[in-house]
């Protein structure tokens, strides 16, 4: 490793709304912030179309575009933004860890800022992928407001796909619920109330055969998979509830994470379990999910970062 190794005062990985404003927070406090973006910069805004429900766009505005804003504030606060992603870390010694960068440019991190975010599992068919952000959306939350006094589709049996339905129920005229087995997975009480709902039909032993539209969502056709029986539903929306996966196998053997794979901080803190290193957003989040909340956390992680490195200094 060569001598003449870029040092830095705060690594961030991953961009999305909790790593940008991590990058706001991180300039504004003169640490001169180096954020690698990742193989997707902006994060899952990038693919949804618009956003209605973050604070300050009384219009709604789309998720690229959204993205492009908080880079841009970034940038001008003085964040030092590029395109490249962190392909191994060293945790071994305490910090300035060293960080290899694509194939072969390394640097050295006083801090580091883990905002590598989650990616929505898939059911993987061509359909999905030609409308996803045209009706075809991972989040329920995010996107059911487009979606109200309509009929939709919900594929998942688990504990949030019950919760994105009842949600759903709540806004559109039907949800159709397509369940693989013959039971649920979620816990009795969410069962209830999605069995208790009336406008929620639940489709058990069944799954997605195609999602049928040119431009958007149209239909869903669905195929019992105990009878072959097939089913056409007219729909306008199809949500996709099957879980999603953190971006953190690289800190696999490094940072304390669950059994899933999120992160896991030190209680009302973004501290991990290595000394100056922070997590922010959907890598440590699996119940929330939205901007608002991983913005909210990517702050937390810049705070809590100029505090260690002002305490760091001030006892050398």
Same mark, same amino acid.
């Given at each position: ?15 999305g709304p909790a790593g940008y404003t991590a990058a706001i ?27 209605? =429900? ?96 309509? &009929? ?40 209830h109330r999605v069995l208790n709902t009336p406008n929620i ?22 195929? =019992? ?8 539903? &007219? ?18 053997g490094w940072l304390h994470m669950d059994e899933t794979g ?55």
């Amino acid at each position: 490793m060569s001598d003449t190794i870029e040092k830095l005062e705060c690594l961030i990985i991953g961009s999305g709304p909790a790593g940008y404003t991590a990058a706001i927070y991180a300039a504004r406090a003169d640490m001169k912030p180096v954020m690698y973006t990742g193989p997707q910069p902006g994060g899952q805004l990038t693919i949804t179309t618009e956003v209605e =429900n973050y604070p300050g766009y009384p219009d709604g505005i789309m998720g690229h575009e959204m993205m492009e804003n908080f880079r841009k504030q970034a940038e001008r606060l003085g964040a030092d933004v590029r395109y490249g992603m962190v392909t191994k870390i060293d945790f071994t010694d305490k910090p300035p860890f060293n960080v290899q960068i694509d194939e072969s440019k390394y640097v050295q991190a006083e801090t580091i800022i883990v905002s590598t975010g989650a990616s929505a599992k898939w059911l993987g068919i061509p359909s999905e992928t030609k409308l996803n952000g045209n009706g075809v959306s991972a989040c329920a939350v995010c996107d059911g407001f487009f979606f109200k006094g309509k &009929d939709v589709a919900i594929v998942g049996a688990g504990d949030t796909a019950c919760e994105e339905a009842s949600y759903l129920s709540k806004i559109c005229s039907k949800v159709y619920m397509i369940v693989r087995k013959g039971e649920f997975r979620a816990s009795k009480a969410m069962q209830h109330r999605v069995l208790n709902t009336p406008n929620i039909e639940v489709l058990f032993n069944s799954e997605t055969d195609e999602i049928l539209g040119d431009k958007t969502v149209e239909a869903v056709r669905v195929k =019992n998979i105990v009878t072959s029986e097939l089913r056409t539903m &007219d729909i306008k929306g199809f949500f996709v509830a099957i879980g999603h996966k953190p971006n953190t196998d690289i800190f696999k053997g490094w940072l304390h994470m669950d059994e899933t794979g999120y992160l896991i901080s030190s209680p009302g803190s973004s501290h991990t379990n290595v000394e100056g290193v922070f997590v922010s957003g959907d890598a440590q989040d699996k119940i929330y999910r939205q901007a608002i909340t991983a913005a909210g956390s990517g702050c937390m992680a810049a705070l809590d970062a100029e505090r260690y490195l002002a305490a760091k200094h001030f006892a050398m």
